[in-house]
């Protein structure tokens, strides 16, 4: 069982989870709680004991030197930590992961058990996967719900993916064995360019959660650092003739598929994460 350090009660927190590996093309959806540990001053609360779920000749320990100059071994690993952002009406509890080589309905099993004990009433699972999508158009998140009214609101795309899935899929499916509501967001990166980070995948995360939480999330760097990768393989586009065709053709199979009243929905909700990051300070 995962010890949980001793916490203040929480208020109806959510549990926002990202998994390191094969859900998280470009470490996208990591980098959101990685981010949101940083700007909402996240504390670990939880560690979950590696040794039962990773293969360690696949997940390798890392040494290195800590503050004092000793060296240290950090084994890989899967924390929960809490937040409370400013001007939420939820707390939030976060989860910050790898996944398993091994045990994954234990592990899921043990992260929930953790989560319940925190008090958790929503789960949403963050992940990013390898797609037929041009850079120079806004990164497509695709979702799933397990309650028609989370849908509804958020007005999700539903994926119709069938085939191998990740522990995010198993992480969502034990959800809803255990009648825990559960969202999941997934971003499509661009797989010419298929090499961590991509900023505007994770900006792409960042706006999904705004509307789910009905916050502004501060973004400190991501918006300079999202254009800065796409000027970037703007070059790479014009150096090589062969990924620019290939580029101009997903641009044109993307405008000419994408229905008129959807990109109307997307920009207006973007509008509105703009009026909200204005009137916040964070824009």
């Known amino acids: 069982m995962i010890e949980i350090d001793e916490v203040p009660d929480l208020d109806s927190p959510i549990l926002i989870a990202a998994f390191e590996g094969w859900n ?3 470490d996208a959806a990591s980098s959101v ?28 320990p890392v040494v290195g030197s800590d503050d004092s ?16 952002p400013p001007g939420a009406q939820r707390d939030i509890v976060l989860l910050r992961g ?3 080589n091994m045990r994954w309905r234990q592990f899921c099993a043990e992260l929930l058990a953790a989560s319940d004990e925190l008090g958790t009433q929503l789960v949403v699972t963050l992940a990013a996967l390898l797609a037929d999508t041009p850079h120079t158009r806004p990164i497509p998140v695709t979702g799933t719900a397990t309650e028609p009214e989370l849908v509804d609101r958020l007005k999700l ?4 993916y069938e085939g191998p899935t990740g522990i995010v899929g198993v992480f969502q499916d034990a959800c809803t064995q255990m009648d825990i509501p559960a ?10 360019v298929a090499q961590p980070p991509c900023p505007k995948a994770t900006l ?32 790479l ?11 101009r053709a997903l641009e044109e199979t993307r405008d000419t598929a994408e229905l008129p009243e959807a990109s109307g929905e997307a920009i207006a909700r973007e509008f509105e994460r703009y009026l909200k990051r204005r009137d916040t300070g964070d824009g």
């Not at 795309?157 to 119709?160: A, L, R």
């Not at 969202?183 to 010419?192: D, I, N, T």
């Not at 991501?222 to 796409?230: Q, R």
């Open 24 to 26: 998280d093309a470009a």
């Open 33 to 60: 709680i990685d981010h949101l540990m940083r700007v909402w001053d996240a504390e670990v609360v939880a560690t979950i004991d590696p040794e039962d779920f990773y293969d360690f000749q696949m997940n390798r």
């Open 69 to 84: 100059g000793m060296r240290r071994i950090t084994w890989p690993s899967t924390q929960l930590a809490v937040a409370r």
């Open 98 to 100: 790898i996944e398993p």
């Open 157 to 160: 795309e539903q994926s119709n």
């Open 183 to 192: 969202v999941s967001f997934w971003a499509a990166v661009p797989h010419y």
């Open 204 to 235: 792409a995360l960042i706006g999904q959660l705004e509307d789910l939480l009905d916050i502004s999330i501060p973004l400190a760097d991501l918006p300079e650092e999202g254009k800065a990768w796409e000027r970037g393989v703007d070059e």
């Open 237 to 247: 586009a014009e150096e090589d003739d062969e990924i620019g065709d290939y580029v």
